[in-house]
């Protein structure tokens, strides 16, 4: 009865295979016999394939028309794929791709794939058993839960009898563009999924980007740090600046500094600062990038959509006021300790320092100035990742060509953005330090801090250190995206 079981077993399994008996290297025979094609029939196929790119039937592919074709085909713009694609048929690099090109791709594909195809099928039955891919993705270091794993054989597996023929792993992957490794293989099925257009040709559908919430925070927490710890001498220069009612002047500042504790009084609160940019940051683009996502899907109609300059300032600018919201109580504390007026230099203990802000004002106290705050961030967030993004892409189109932009690149997109966004809400930073410096039971409104600075300072008043915060915010903005992007690759966030 066992013996039975496993016959009825195997045979299930490989019911629609197709295992090639010919001897000698992989050639072209071996991809008509594995797919029990004749040539004329590959032949037509293939015509077919070229003709749904070629609308304007003039006899050769461009840019536009191969992205068009995998517009239509749902195949998700954002990986490049109708670029790599022009790239790798174009043989001649003259911008087109005529039939001959086209076809040359698919030889060289369909051999690409039948080898890999055969280096998984280990029983060489013609198919590819779950347990045989399951042992290919653990070769190549790519650990995968049974679930995930059924879900890539789902995919893949047209009729659904439980295995993959090489006809079914052929259409998945055709128009894959690049190189066809075990790896790629499995990133290209964690964004796309399989939908059915035509007589034997299946086309990659929709993104499938569900990328743990984990990366994003980590890729975010990871990239504020670092800039903040490059920074933060400037930063506690210009939250001294930004509280001198006086004429404020940055050598005597910096002279001040010194005298409390030498080099290390310039990173007073950068521990602090840490601490709290870090989730500050992951919040932020973890929220942008659901936002994102969110104004494609919902509001846009398609997770293809694409966002422009203002979907990008409503979500930068919503993600920021959360992110800032959510950690306020810790940038109020910071801000009292780097403006702290130290006796005989003995700077005060965080426990000791909340504990006085919690006795004398108050819970209300860890959010004096939370009203500037969201009315500069919101701007900021939204004025500084739309200009990024925006910056970033009008770079793509006009000078790279549809390329990646490289680290220089997205350097001085991060630069730009961030010294714009800064210079328009830096007024409501210098209202909300003071109101966050502010010891007092009472304390002062907003417009009681706007109205007073006006009223002694003048306009000048409310660009006070402005100039280090642009030295500042210059390298902390190219700083934490050029991290972020690097991070967005390594976690596979791209």
Known sequence: MEEKRKNEKESKRCDGCNPVKKPGPVSLEHVLLALQETKDEREIRIRSLFNFFDKSNSGYLDYAEIEAGLLALKIPSDYKYARDLLNVCDANKDGKVDYQEFRRYMDDKELDLYRIFQAIDVEHNGCILPEELYDALVKAGIEIEDEELAHFVERVDKDNNGVITFEEWRDFLLLYPHEVTIENIYHYWERVCVVDIGEQTVIPEVISKQAPASRYLIAGA?????????????????????????????????????????????FRGNGLNVLKVAPETAI??????MLKGFIMKEVKGGEKADVGPLDRLVAGGLAGAVAQTAIYPMDLVKTRLQTFECKGGNVPKLGALSRDIWVKEGPKGFYRGLIPSLLGIIPYAGIDLAAYETLKDMSKKYILHDNDPGPLVQLGCGTISGAVGATCVYPLQVVRTRMQAKRS???MSMSDVFLRTYKLEGLRGFYKGLFPNLLKVVPSASITYLVYESMKKRLDLE
């Open 222 to 266: 990871i990239a504020g740090a670092a800039s903040r710890c490059a920074t933060a001498p400037l930063d506690r220069l210009k939250v001294v600046l930004q509280v001198q009612t006086t004429q404020a002047k940055i050598i005597p500042a910096i002279k001040e500094i010194w005298k409390e504790g030498k080099f290390l009084a310039f």
């Open 284 to 289: 932020r683009f973890y929220s942008y990038e």
């Open 441 to 443: 039971h009472t304390g």
